[in-house]
C-alpha cells in the first residue's frame, strides 16, 4: 500500500461529538412539517448534506416548500445553536489532529455541513491552524455516501487519493471513503446512532486512545 500522506477528518461525529444535536434540531424541523420519521430513517440520513436529506424528505412527503427554503431554516437553526453553545471536542481526535501535523501529513476536514458552519466550529475550537484544507459538501455536486468531496479534497491537497487516511463516524461517510479509494478508519460513536462501519479498513472506539502510528504506517 502506498505511505499515507494526509489524514482527512469528518467534523460531526468525529472532531465534536454533535449527531445528538443535528438529530434533535431535524426532528423538530421535520415534525413542523407534521412528518414522524422512525430512528432506523433517521439515522440513514446521518453524514449526508442538508440539501439532500430535504429534497429527500420533499420527494418522500411531497412538501410544498423548496430545498432551498428547507435548508436555509436548518442552517440557521444549526448555526445559532453551535454559536451560542459549548461545543463537545472528543480530545482523542485532537491529538491525532496534533500528530498528523507533527508527522508532516497534509490535513483536512471534509463535512458534509454548510461551510459556514464547519468554519464556526474550528474556529470556536481554535483548530483552525492544524488544517490545510476544509471543504464542505457544498462545494461538491453528490453528497457522502458518493466519493466527490474525498476527491475534491485529494485533489487540492495534491496526493492521490490512495494516499488518503479518513477518519468517519457514518455509514454514509465510511461508504464515500471508499468509494473513492482512500483507507478509512470508522469511528464508532454511539452518540451517531446505529451506523453500518464494516467496510472500513479499521474500527476504533469513540473512546479508544489510540495514536496515528497505531492506526497507519508512518
Ligand atoms: O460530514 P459530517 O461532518 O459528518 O456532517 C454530517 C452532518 O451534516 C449536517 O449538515 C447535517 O445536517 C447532519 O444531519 C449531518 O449528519
Request: aromatic fraction near 6%.
Amino acid at each position: 500500500m502506498c505511505k499515507i500522506k494526509a489524514v482527512i477528518f469528518d467534523m460531526d461525529g468525529v472532531i465534536i461529538d454533535s449527531e445528538p444535536i443535528h438529530i434533535e434540531i431535524e426532528k423538530k424541523l421535520i415534525k413542523k412539517m407534521g412528518i414522524e420519521l422512525d430512528s432506523k430513517q433517521h439515522e440513514s440520513y446521518i453524514g449526508m448534506t442538508m440539501e439532500a436529506l430535504w429534497e429527500q424528505i420533499r420527494s418522500d412527503f411531497k412538501l410544498n416548500y423548496s430545498v432551498e427554503e428547507l435548508v436555509e431554516n436548518h442552517k440557521k437553526e444549526v448555526y445559532n445553536y453551535l454559536a451560542s453553545s459549548a461545543l463537545p471536542l472528543f480530545p482523542n481526535i485532537k491529538n491525532l489532529i496534533l500528530e498528523s501535523k507533527q508527522n508532516n501529513l497534509e490535513t483536512a476536514v471534509a463535512s458534509s455541513s454548510p461551510k459556514k458552519i464547519i468554519e464556526l466550529v474550528v474556529n470556536k475550537l481554535d483548530i483552525n491552524c492544524f488544517f490545510d484544507y476544509l471543504i464542505s459538501g457544498e462545494q461538491v455536486q453528490k453528497s457522502k455516501p458518493y466519493p466527490d468531496i474525498f476527491l475534491q479534497t485529494a485533489k487540492q491537497l495534491r496526493v492521490s487519493p490512495n494516499q488518503c487516511l479518513v477518519i468517519e463516524d457514518s455509514s454514509n461517510g465510511v461508504k464515500a471513503a471508499k468509494a473513492a479509494e482512500m483507507k478509512c478508519i470508522g469511528f464508532q460513536n454511539p452518540n451517531s446512532g446505529n451506523q453500518d462501519l464494516s467496510v472500513a479498513d479499521f474500527i476504533i472506539n469513540s473512546k479508544d486512545e489510540v495514536t496515528l502510528k497505531e492506526i497507519i504506517n508512518i
